[in-house]
């Protein structure tokens, strides 16, 4: 077995993203009441910076037609492709579940008057036409300044825009080691063995069983971290082949609302054994993702250790099950990792920004993940919103990405995964 360098992984603000209580029952105003009460100061500094010599107005509701001016507030898109939880009640007298890769705008449409933009504060809302000239892409949730003025009917011009921005980071220390973190998402692992060549070979790799590259050791390796989507995609199975089935089989009593003769536990087994054996190795932090046995709202919670039949065994050692998103320490170095479903969905809004620039606006906006409770699932916090990022991460990485992609600031670097499967 290869004796590997052993660091330390602290998962950061796990108060925070572990659900104690599982209640429904709140409503979802109070997130982005907290969320606007925590961001207005920042973005109230940098709004001063920027504009020194305009005056800052104490609510949207007070814009006047001959005064330029900025207001704080959160904004809201009304777009016409976007879900909308209550339409769908009235029309179909449920909600969608599924998982929907649709764009909630038109990129064959540059007409932009499809979109309306709404700033508001805890007083009211003011609509707003955006200037052209603006260089961000708002999407709601995102907690703004705008300078502008109001017109003649009563819409609000916006000039510019200004937002939290990026802290500035502290310098970690020097390494102590020279050690290497690898990271993995989607390994889609799915009820055909044969389709898992790619992670025997992954697997053989880190554990220093097929040649290096020439400046690596395997024992220099020191942890793989796995952001999301173990398990393949749902498939969904034909109408005629579920009739088929059924006509096979006898009839027997349905348990837990489902017949669990059609239930396939293969690909967790595949991902349970495929932990016991990294693990015997090396250090595995395991984050859930979207096609993954956890919750489908954000925070999603670890793996319950009842699916890891085999590999829970090393839960107090060699393996930690984290939450989606997740903030963990490694060598003094902050990391921010999510397995993508939040760079996703800002994609459906802006498909033709890249994800670097996407998880560089959520860094500027000072939120992982502003488009929850919107169009991305979270659960109702009632006191608070989880996503704000206090402090900037030596480290961003998003898991699950159509291409490998990274972008290395003066104190940070950024890193998109592409789906192991498809590489």
Not at 192 to 217: C, I, K, N, S, W
Not at 303 to 323: F, G, I, M, V
Not at 382 to 411: A, E, L, R, W
Request: aromatic share 8%; glycine share 4%; charged share 20%.
């Amino acid at each position: 077995m290869t004796e590997r360098t052993n660091v330390e992984c602290l998962e950061l603000k796990k108060k925070d993203f572990v659900l104690d209580t599982n209640s429904y029952n709140q409503q979802y105003a109070s997130i982005y009441f907290a969320r606007l009460n925590k961001l207005m100061p920042r973005t109230i500094d940098a709004a001063r910076t920027k504009w020194p010599k305009y005056k800052q107005l104490d609510r949207v509701l007070e814009v006047k037609k001959d005064q330029v001016a900025w207001i704080v507030g959160t904004v809201y898109l009304s777009l016409a492709l976007k879900p909308n939880v209550l339409a769908d009640v009235t029309s179909t007298h449920t909600i969608n579940t599924e998982l929907d890769d649709s764009l909630y705008v038109n990129p064959n449409e540059a007409d932009p008057s499809n979109m309306k933009c709404f700033i508001e504060d805890g007083f009211g809302r003011v609509e707003c036409v955006l200037s052209s000239v603006i260089p961000y892409n708002l999407v709601t949730g995102v907690v703004v300044a705008a300078l502008g003025h109001e017109d003649e009917q009563g819409l609000f011009l916006v000039q510019d825009v200004c937002t939290a921005g990026m802290g500035n980071i502290s310098i970690p220390r020097p390494l102590q080691t020279d050690c290497y973190i690898a990271l993995m998402s989607g390994l889609g692992l799915a009820s055909d063995t044969l389709e898992h060549v790619h992670v025997h070979l992954a697997v053989e790799f880190l554990r220093g069983q097929l040649p290096m590259f020439a400046d690596v050791q395997a024992s220099q390796i020191a942890r793989l971290l796995l952001l999301g989507n173990c398990l393949a995609s749902p498939t969904v199975i034909r109408e005629n082949l579920l009739t088929k089935l059924a006509k096979s089989k006898k009839k027997q009593p349905k348990r837990y609302g489902y017949d669990t003769s059609l239930y396939d536990p293969n690909p967790m087994v595949h991902t349970d054994n495929l932990l016991y054996e990294l693990c015997s190795s090396i250090d595995v932090t395991l984050m859930p993702g979207a096609f993954d046995f956890s919750t489908r709202v954000l925070p999603q919670q670890p793996l319950h250790p009842a699916l890891l039949t085999r590999s829970k065994e090393w839960l107090q050692s060699s393996l930690q099950t984290t939450t989606n998103p997740t903030w963990l320490e490694i060598e003094g170095r902050s990391i921010l990792a999510t397995s993508g479903q939040n760079i996703e969905d800002l994609h459906k809004y802006y498909p033709d920004n890249s994800p670097l620039a996407l998880m560089e606006a959520s860094l500027n906006w000072n939120h992982i993940a502003p488009t929850t409770p919107d169009t991305l699932w979270c659960y109702p916090f009632p006191d608070k919103d989880v996503f704000i990022i206090d402090k900037m991460p030596h480290v961003y990485m998003c898991g699950n990405q159509p291409s490998f992609g990274t972008k290395p600031n003066k104190t940070s670097k950024w890193w998109l995964l592409p789906a192991y499967l498809g590489t």
